[in-house]
């Protein structure tokens, strides 16, 4: 079984990689990536509960809040230029729905 800090290791390199594809405007390999990690999170919670983080020696546990802290700032990154672009969709389907309202209160039809 693979330890612990080996499942953050490789949380944390997906991250990175999720920071790089949304930096691209890559959305399918920043959804496929996050697929990948959101496995492994899975995973680590069923071999890592919070009941086993105090058995974690010093060294361990030093690297561990290390790995988290770049997972999260990666994904603030990741949020940060999803945010717009989530923005952009919800107004596309909104105007949609808003079209589609109108249309229908007037009787109009788009074929």
């Given amino acids: 079984m693979a330890s ?3 499942f953050y290791e490789s949380m944390s390199e997906l991250s990175g990689k999720m920071a790089a594809a949304a930096r691209a405007n890559d959305w399918p390999e920043l959804e496929r990536l996050e697929h990948e990690l959101s496995a492994l999170r899975d995973r680590l919670r069923i071999i890592d509960p919070p009941s086993y983080q ?3 020696p010093e060294a361990e ?3 561990k809040v290390v790995l988290i802290r770049q997972i999260l700032a ?7 230029h999803v945010q717009p672009w989530m ?6 389907l909104s105007s949609g729905t ?3 309202a109108l249309n229908s209160a ?3 039809h788009s074929n």
């Fill in 4 to 6: 612990t800090i080996t």
């Fill in 54 to 56: 105090a058995a974690l």
């Fill in 61 to 63: 546990r030093q690297r």
């Fill in 74 to 80: 990666e994904d603030r990154e990741i949020r940060a």
């Fill in 87 to 92: 923005e952009s969709v919800r107004g596309m």
């Fill in 98 to 100: 808003r079209q589609r």
């Fill in 106 to 108: 007037y009787g109009l």
